[in-house]
């Protein structure tokens, strides 16, 4: 114990929490306080983590919901604001190129100013950058709106898988960091549901809710133990893991487990470029970044996106409508993952789930390829491959929530070394926010060019995740996060 104060007694001066979370946890005096009101309900560890996870689950609620945003809004701000084609998809990309900024900045404000702390931070710019949206006349205010809004939602997108695999038993680990995809497309099916019967100004303002809810949830809620930890704050930690497992349960294996990790990994604190040649770090590193990089060459924001446009391209005059309808599909089928996650394992729904993106994917493109060249509008065949282009596309969506949407970020959060997970999480998160700022920015103008070519391409890209997983992707499920970093030394 003393010597897990000694090794970070210097860190510990600079990096302590930013959000105190006060004393309603500490184990002294928990018969007189209780975040839920009772005390057998704090007792119960499942009851404590679940509600961590439903109240940190508000920021990739605002995430889901700015990934939406564009598509019910498309038609209206291009007419109130008198943007083209080309200015509104920079406006729907420019998120992305701020997320990408907050993706450089995630993994050392996680360090620094702790996992609360950098939610904290994130939900700022978040609800400054939708009150700009909401009043633009012009697009200067409607682009700086976006990059703010992206910026807050890089920062979310690594802080909140992290905080909840930290905070999360090795048997509901999968399950619960699930429920960041989840919260996700949950609110994209809120912004594609809202879009329908509110005008865009008031449907940015809507957008602000999850973040104004998540900044005083924070303050009932306990910091990661294991960067607590890391931090040497071990009274903190051993307090936080406590009330996560529950007042009657024996944490002192799992404490243990944790400082012999953080020990470990504290012998050096600094990792040199040359040492990334070593199988603990490349192999995590390429796994990791691999993962979220292929997430989004599937092409998977460019469909929700611009979904609407999609579905007039193929003939579907609800467009809004069947776009909602994607978006519930969305919430049901990552419903589902919460309960495979630590059932089948992720590596085998990640197989599952772009093997059966290809296949969706390669319907669409040879739908819309005949579609534009072979058969005309008056002909009965058309209607049934508009048919079956939105049935590929809602199974092309169903199929990256079984997988390809939770688990890249499950693994992600699992399998970096504590030693350089702020660094490897921010760079992997910059690298999954670059390529999905480079589809959002390309998918209408490849759209525009051709349908059936678009989903040509992102056919391609699934099928060569498929064998990406079969060959380097190890199952992480039941184990802990000690376990898997073994595993790679």
């Known amino acids: 114990m003393s010597s897990l104060r000694n090794e970070n007694e210097e860190g510990r001066d600079l990096k302590k929490p930013f959000l105190h979370t006060g004393s309603w946890f500490k184990i002294n005096e928990r018969k007189q306080s209780s975040l839920f009101g009772s005390t057998q309900a704090i007792r119960d560890s499942s009851i404590s983590v679940i509600a961590c996870v439903l109240i940190v689950a508000l920021g990739p609620i605002q995430f889901g919901f700015t990934a939406g945003y564009t598509s019910p809004t498309q038609s209206a701000i291009i007419t109130d604001l008198g943007l083209s084609v080309s200015e509104f998809s920079l406006f729907g990309s420019l998120s992305n190129v701020g997320a990408m900024v907050g993706a450089i900045a995630s993994g050392q404000i996680a360090e620094y100013m702790g996992r609360k702390g950098s939610l904290m931070i994130a939900s700022i710019p978040n609800i400054i950058g939708w009150l700009m949206i909401s009043f633009a006349n012009d697009s200067s205010f409607l682009y700086m709106g976006r990059l703010l809004e992206g910026f807050g939602v890089g920062i979310i997108s690594y802080t909140v898988p992290v905080y909840i695999a930290e905070i999360s038993p090795q048997n509901l680990r999968g399950s619960l960091v699930s429920v960041n995809q989840l919260s996700v497309t949950l609110g994209i099916m809120l912004a594609y549901l809202l879009g329908l019967f509110v005008e865009w100004r008031f449907l940015a303002i809507l957008g602000i809710i999850p973040c104004t809810l998540l900044i005083p949830g924070l303050f009932f809620i306990p910091e990661s133990p294991r960067w607590l930890a890391k931090m040497g704050m071990t009274e903190e930690f051993e ?21 012999t990790a953080v020990a470990s990994a504290n012998r ?29 060459l599937s092409g998977i924001n460019g469909v929700l996106f611009y979904s609407s446009t999609i579905f007039q391209n193929a003939g579907i005059s609800s467009s809004d409508v069947a776009t909602f309808g994607v978006g519930a599909v969305q919430v049901l089928a990552t419903t589902l993952t919460l309960w495979l996650a630590d059932k089948s394992g992720r590596r085998l729904l990640l197989i599952v789930s772009s093997s059966a993106m290809t296949l969706s994917l390669l319907v669409v493109s040879i739908s819309f390829y005949l579609k534009d060249y072979y058969i005309s509008a008056d002909s009965s065949l058309y209607g049934i491959l508009s048919l079956l282009s939105v049935a590929g596309v809602v199974v092309m969506v169903i199929a990256f929530s079984l997988g390809m949407g939770a688990m890249p970020w499950i693994i992600m959060s699992e399998i970096l070394p504590i030693n350089i997970k702020g660094l490897a999480g921010s760079f992997a998160t910059l690298a999954n926010w670059f390529f999905s700022w480079l589809i959002t920015l390309t998918a209408n103008l490849l759209l525009d060019w051709s349908s059936g070519g678009t989903f040509t391409i992102y056919t391609v890209v699934c099928a060569f995740t498929v064998g990406f997983v079969a060959i380097w992707v190890p199952e992480t499920k039941g184990k802990t996060l000690e376990e898997i970093q073994q595993f790679f030394r």
């Open 239 to 259: 307090n936080s893991l406590q009330v996560l497992r529950g007042f009657e349960t024996d944490i002192s294996v799992e404490v243990n487990e944790i400082k």
């Open 268 to 296: 050096r604190t600094t990792v040199r470029f040359s040492e990334l040649k070593q199988r603990r770090y490349w192999l995590p590193l390429m796994i990791g970044i691999g993962l979220l990089v292929l997430q989004q």
